[in-house]
T-cell receptor
Framework: GNSVTQMEGPVTLSEEAFLTINCTYT??????LFWYVQYPGEGLQLLLK?????DKGSNKGFEATYRKETTSFHLEKGSVQVSDSAVYFC????????????FGTGTSLTVIP | GAVVSQHPSWVICKSGTSVKIECRSL??????MFWYRQFPKQSLMLMAT?????????EQGVEKDKFLINHASLTLSTLTVTSAHPEDSSFYIC????????????FGPGTRLTVT
């Protein structure tokens, strides 16, 4: 079946630190992979996505590369800011199941000045 | 950008009563709306998919008679939890899509339901 596993939080970093949030997946087909971000009091927003192996999604300084050989889609940012404090969700969508999204449990990130 | 609202943001109800949660697309027409449920420290689980003017499609294990979904217009879908029990307490999140595809899903802020 399809599933997503992401590192548990909470994660607390100082401003300008390097961020990695690990995400691995299992899928029966060839999924698309996503990172969503949820700021306090708001809905989930698409942060970046990758639709095939070796694709790199990037947005707002965040990056993630679709690694088929390691079934991973780790989120990275070189220098975090206080405004990056949020909950981050890794997700996959399997084209064989149409609209079905599979989410990780979310990782809470707090960046302190 | 596309905005989806949910109302109420939190609700407390007594066991045996019913509660309705609204999901609205504020600046676009939503062909498809999705309802998710999230338990503490767990993933979002898709409950059902609804298309405007037709019956919702429920995921396996979701009781359609307990979780009534109505997508009466292109901007509004409602989830009614009937005869609520404490185990129905959860965080309910909706999303809306302008197409039938997943790429265009926009998420609401969620509704916290507590059943006492």
């Amino acid at each position: 079946g399809n599933s997503v596993t992401q590192m548990e939080g909470p994660v607390t970093l100082s401003e300008e630190a390097f961020l990695t949030i690990n995400c691995t997946y299992t899928a029966t087909g060839y999924p698309s992979l996503f990172w969503y971000v949820q700021y306090p009091g708001e809905g989930l927003q698409l942060l970046l996505k990758a639709t095939k192996a070796d694709d790199k999604g990037s947005n707002k300084g965040f990056e993630a590369t679709y690694r088929k050989e390691t079934t991973s889609f780790h989120l990275e940012k070189g220098s975090v800011q206080v405004s990056d404090s949020a909950v981050y969700f890794c997700a996959l969508s399997d084209p064989d199941t149409g609209n079905q999204f599979y989410f990780g449990t979310g990782t809470s990130l707090t960046v302190i000045p | 950008g596309a905005v989806v609202s949910q109302h109420p943001s939190w609700v407390i109800c007594k066991s045996g009563t019913s509660v309705k949660i609204e999901c609205r697309s504020l600046d676009f027409q939503a062909t498809t709306m999705f309802w998710y449920r999230q338990f503490p420290k767990q993933s979002l689980m898709l409950m059902a998919t609804s298309n405007e003017g037709s019956k919702a499609t429920y995921e396996q294990g979701v009781e359609k008679d307990k979780f009534l979904i109505n997508h009466a217009s292109l901007t509004l879908s409602t989830l009614t939890v009937t005869s609520a029990h404490p185990e129905d307490s959860s965080f309910y999140i909706c999303s809306a899509s302008q197409t039938s595809g997943w790429q265009e899903q926009y998420f609401g802020p969620g509704t916290r339901l507590t059943v006492t």
